[in-house]
């Protein structure tokens, strides 16, 4: 944003009539803004910046982000002057209108930023939640299959174990069973066939 200061007078405000008002002053201020006149800007500048921060305030309620909305309006001003249509209202209220506007921008901005970030935090607040609970449903599940190994015949519980929990191979569990292979497929098929039964009970 580029901070607007009073532009250096290049030669002093015309005088307005003395019959004039002060819509028609400002009105006037503003057609010479439009064709690039600084001294007619820092005139109005003058003029219009205590009401316009008027507004943005009673918007706004900070100070601090209220003067900064403000030198944005009136930075518009000095860019859009030629905008300004006087059938349509009083110059000032041209003017404090954008101000108005502004305002009201940067309220909504703050807060899609605010809903944006609350959506976030949720977002990880469930996917937090999400993972603590598969830990504990997998801790659940083994603590069954652990109870349920429990139930089966030594045998059966040795070879399943072996082959299943340990990941050895069928013939590795022979030799470290010292049975033969066929016998362990038969101890291993004979649990795994008890196992489903008690862990669809429990």
Same mark, same amino acid.
């Given at each position: 944003m580029n901070a607007i200061t009073h532009p250096p007078t290049a030669q002093p405000p015309t005088a307005q009539p003395p019959t004039a008002t002060i819509a028609e002053i400002e009105a006037h201020l503003l057609a010479r803004v439009a064709a690039g006149d600084r001294a007619a800007f820092a005139e109005l500048y003058d003029r219009m910046m205590p009401r316009v921060l008027g507004i943005v305030i009673r918007v706004l309620r900070?100070?601090?982000?209220?003067?900064? !909305?403000?030198?944005?309006?009136?930075?518009?001003?000095?860019?859009?002057?030629? &905008?300004?249509?006087?059938? &349509?209202?009083?110059?000032?209220?041209?003017?404090?209108? +954008?101000?108005?506007?502004?305002?009201?921008?940067? !309220?909504?901005?703050a807060q899609s930023s605010f809903e944006r970030d609350s959506r976030i935090g949720i977002r990880d607040l469930n996917e937090h939640q999400d993972a603590v609970?598969?830990? #504990?449903?997998?801790?659940?599940?083994?603590?069954?299959? #652990?109870?349920?190994?429990?139930?089966?015949?030594?045998?059966?519980?040795?070879?399943?174990?072996?082959?299943?929990?340990?990941?050895?191979?069928?013939?590795? !569990?022979?030799?470290?069973?010292?049975?033969? #292979?066929?016998?362990? +497929?038969?101890?291993?098929?004979?649990?795994?066939?008890?196992?489903?039964?008690?862990?669809?009970?429990?």
């Open positions: 900070d100070v601090a982000q209220s003067e900064e !909305v403000a030198q944005d309006v009136l930075l518009e001003i000095w860019q859009l002057a030629g &905008r300004f249509d006087p059938e &349509r209202g009083s110059a000032a209220g041209w003017m404090l209108r +954008k101000a108005h506007s502004r305002a009201i921008d940067r !309220v909504r901005s609970e598969d830990i #504990v449903e997998t801790r659940i599940e083994s603590e069954r299959v #652990v109870r349920a190994l429990a139930v089966l015949p030594q045998a059966q519980r040795e070879a399943v174990t072996l082959a299943h929990l340990n990941g050895y191979s069928h013939r590795e !569990v022979a030799e470290l069973l010292h049975i033969p #292979v066929g016998t362990v +497929k038969t101890r291993i098929h004979a649990g795994i066939g008890r196992l489903r039964a008690e862990l669809s009970i429990a």
